[in-house]
């Protein structure tokens, strides 16, 4: 029996997503209300220099009231493929533009109440372009070697699970032209 949705509401819209609630025949014959979190995908990217370098930044999130280091990211917008994604996200947050990309793969984040769905690339022959930051997005680009952003992770100090698996997925890669 696969799932079946009898019945789904938007009850809050926002810029980003949308939080519905669903009424749900799920596969075991069941019916059970679920909330989730209608997300239209994003992409995350990490660009590497040809120094080895990996560009993190430093970005003020509100919804934990703190800054956290991450890889460049963001919401695709309606028609975007997720490349285009990843190149306007390098370009806004990073000021730099990738001559060459590769797809790292897709992961999902939070499955059990939201169906958003990440898009991770690497992006290498890197040159510097001007910085388009939106209104809301405080944040600084910083260079670092990867071993370092990895020591990182390992420390607690890179606690974004979409940094920390582009960074893990791109690791190999990484060694290969560096």
Same mark, same amino acid.
């Given at each position: 029996?696969?799932?079946?949705?009898?019945?789904?509401?938007?009850?809050?819209? /926002?810029?980003?997503?949308? #939080?519905?609630?669903?009424?749900?025949?799920?596969?075991?014959?069941?019916?059970?209300?679920?909330?989730?979190?209608?997300?239209? /995908?994003?992409?995350?990217?990490?660009?590497?220099?040809?120094?080895?370098?990996?560009?993190?930044?430093?970005? #003020?999130?509100?919804?934990?009231?703190?800054?956290?280091?991450?890889?460049?990211?963001?919401?695709?917008?309606?028609?975007? +493929?997720?490349?285009?994604?990843?190149?306007?996200?390098?370009?806004?947050?990073?000021?730099?533009?990738?001559?060459?990309?590769?797809?790292? /793969?897709?992961?999902?984040?939070?499955?059990?109440?939201?169906?958003?769905?990440?898009?991770?690339?690497?992006?290498?022959?890197?040159?510097?372009?001007?910085?388009?930051?939106?209104?809301?997005?405080?944040?600084?680009?910083?260079?670092?070697?990867?071993?370092?952003?990895?020591?990182?992770? +390992?420390?607690?100090?890179?606690?974004?699970?979409?940094?920390?698996? /582009?960074?893990?997925?791109?690791?190999?890669?990484?060694?290969?032209?560096?």
């Amino acid at each position: 029996m696969t799932t079946k949705i009898v019945e789904e509401k938007t009850v809050w819209q /926002g810029k980003a997503f949308a #939080y519905n609630s669903m009424t749900m025949i799920l596969p075991n014959g069941k019916s059970a209300e679920i909330g989730c979190i209608r997300h239209p /995908g994003s992409s995350a990217i990490l660009p590497v220099s040809e120094n080895g370098f990996i560009t993190l930044v430093h970005q #003020y999130r509100p919804a934990i009231g703190d800054f956290i280091w991450e890889i460049p990211s963001g919401t695709m917008l309606p028609g975007e +493929a997720p490349l285009e994604c990843a190149k306007r996200e390098l370009r806004e947050e990073c000021g730099l533009m990738g001559k060459k990309y590769e797809k790292l /793969g897709e992961v999902l984040i939070a499955p059990w109440y939201s169906d958003e769905r990440i898009h991770l690339f690497m992006a290498t022959e890197l040159t510097p372009c001007e910085i388009e930051l939106d209104e809301d997005e405080i944040l600084t680009p910083h260079s670092f070697p990867i071993d370092e952003a990895m020591a990182m992770i +390992a420390m607690g100090e890179i606690q974004d699970a979409t940094t920390i698996l /582009g960074l893990k997925m791109a690791y190999p890669n990484w060694k290969k032209i560096s």
